[in-house]
């Protein structure tokens, strides 16, 4: 019988990585695969279980980095670098670990922070889908045992288990608004529970086909004594809500990021993306900038490079600011409209891939066909900031 390799979970390496653990890994996909997404100081050694290695590598080459120290071998799902670490073992090199689940498993890792918010009352917790930068939250009180979720992703149980470590059950279940870069697990939640589904009322122009509950601007959710507003904010699209919790912590979706704001081309289009731009810069001065400097922001996202670095702050660190600090250090803020609307309209990213299936999976127009669909369409950063 050959030798087993070891083999390590995507929760065990986060933590080897997060330790500073002495390693390489090394990325055995294609090469256009790990340019537009991959783990941060990874390696690109393209093999193939029949083809061999890629590119320009070598076994000796190969050999030669192995000598360096240990290898964490990962690929999209387990099997070319099962492979890879194999050949390395039969070439005499044994401290070969691989990755079970490959990237596949990496885009649905998650991590917690629990805010302190000063109040014996009030719950506050921001579940971090690590790889894709996606941030959702989960707000409650403690004395009323009950919570709400804000943005879940598709991996719904990781937000419903917050809730009941913290001895909360999940009373209702929202979302900021239409989104372009992930599957929803919104809906899906509030299903499986029996609770409401919130959007903002403005959801009914998206063409959004399932039930929901539609909050008006102004309007105001209470979980015991909590409460959460809702506070339109067009600009990112034309459905965007923020929620206001306490009156201190704001949710602001993809409307304003600790790093950036929301870019407004994925549904208005290229052509109309001015449009967008316009209702943000005045949802951004008339509704956002007039609160409180003390008000915490915390965004629905945090930018993710294809290297799998954060735009701020670390995987397990929380992502937010307060409104102050924005106005100081975020030079969008501080544009005048006509500047500001050529920057977000004329100067865009490139776009979330299969976005526009993704909007349509998310309005109820289209289904996911199976969980491999689901994550070939999701796997890579989001990529929903100007």
Known sequence: MGKLLHQITVSELADELDAGASFTVVDTRPPESFDAWHIAGAVNVPYHPVDGLGGDWDWERVEELAAEGPIVAICGKGLSSTSFGFALSTRGYDDVTVVKGGMEDWSKLYELVELETGDDDLYVAQVQRRA??????????????????????????????????????????????????????????????????????????RDVQYDFTALADGETLSVGEVEIEARYAPGHTSDMTNYLVDGRYLLTGDTLF??????????????????????????????????????????????????????????????????????????????????????????????????????????????VGDEEEATVLELGPNNCAA
């Open 132 to 205: 894709k930068g996606c941030l959702g939250y989960v707000v409650g009180s403690r004395s009323a045992r009950e919570a709400v979720v804000v943005d879940a992703t598709r991996q719904f149980h990781e937000f419903e288990l917050v809730a009941a470590d913290a001895g909360m059950t999940v009373s209702g279940v929202l979302d900021t608004h239409v989104h372009a870069d992930h599957v929803s697990g919104g809906r899906a939640l509030a299903d499986r529970l029996g609770v409401p589904y919130y959007l903002g009322e403005h959801a009914t122009d």
């Open 258 to 367: 600790v790093e950036s704001v929301g870019r407004t081309e994925l549904q208005f289009g290229d052509a109309d993306a001015a449009t967008g731009a316009e209702l943000l810069y005045e949802t951004l001065h008339e509704r956002i900038l007039s609160l409180p400097a003390e008000t915490r922001i915390l965004p629905g996202h945090v930018s993710v490079a294809a290297d799998g670095t954060y735009g701020v702050a670390s995987p397990g660190e929380l992502v937010g600011t307060t409104l102050g600090e924005l106005r100081e250090e975020l030079a969008l803020l501080e544009m005048d409209e006509e500047t500001f609307v050529h920057r977000i309209a004329d100067d865009t990213p490139e776009k979330p891939p299969n976005y526009e299936r993704v909007i349509a999976i998310n309005t109820g127009r289209e289904s």
